[in-house]
């Protein structure tokens, strides 16, 4: 008889730490990536980078369905300004270019998934960081799968 309630309580706590290793649970939040990102390097520095543009671009969905559109267009040129830095930082350390470009990758369509929900007036900027973000994926593309350069050997 006093198993049971044991039990009850084992089977409660085990589903707490089902719930708390969760991959939301583990999602770290804006302000704790933004953080990580400045005092990173690398290509390591470019993925969070990266992580972060794809996280703000739900920051931003939330503000438009707040009716912030002002704050939304701001978050929205935020994503732009880490997205190029990821691109940026990825592309001169040659490290991580295949994680960057995967969460710009998912920035991209999450943005236009998010610029299909508003008003016809708010689309316009949201389109044309979806296009620049697009470039800055073909950029790392291109600069993985680009042929090594040649060094000029003096003769």
């Known amino acids: 008889m006093l198993l049971m309630p044991m039990l009850q309580n084992i089977?409660?706590?085990?589903?707490?730490?089902?719930?708390?290793?969760?991959?939301?649970?583990?999602?770290?939040?804006?302000?704790?990536?933004?953080?990580?990102?400045?005092?990173?390097?690398?290509g390591h520095q470019a993925r969070l980078y990266a992580e972060l543009a794809q996280q703000l671009v739900d920051v931003a969905n939330q503000q438009f369905t707040d009716a912030q559109?002002?704050?939304?267009?701001?978050?929205?040129?935020?994503?732009?300004?880490?997205?190029?830095?990821?691109?940026?930082?990825?592309?001169?350390?040659?490290?991580?270019?295949?994680?960057?470009?995967?969460?710009l990758r998912q920035a991209e369509r999450r943005l236009e998934a998010v610029r299909r929900t508003l008003s016809v007036d708010d689309r316009p900027p949201l389109e044309e960081v979806e296009k620049q973000i697009e470039k800055l994926r073909k950029d790392l593309l291109d600069a993985m799968f680009a042929p090594p350069k040649k060094e000029n050997k003096p003769s």
Do not use: C, N
């Open 69 to 103: 559109a002002e704050q939304g267009q701001a978050t929205v040129q935020e994503i732009l300004k880490y997205a190029t830095l990821a691109r940026d930082i990825s592309v001169r350390s040659r490290h991580k270019m295949k994680e960057t470009e995967i969460h």
């Open 11 to 42: 089977a409660v706590f085990a589903g707490l730490i089902l719930l708390s290793a969760s991959p939301l649970a583990a999602q770290k939040t804006v302000e704790a990536l933004k953080t990580e990102a400045e005092h990173a390097s690398g």
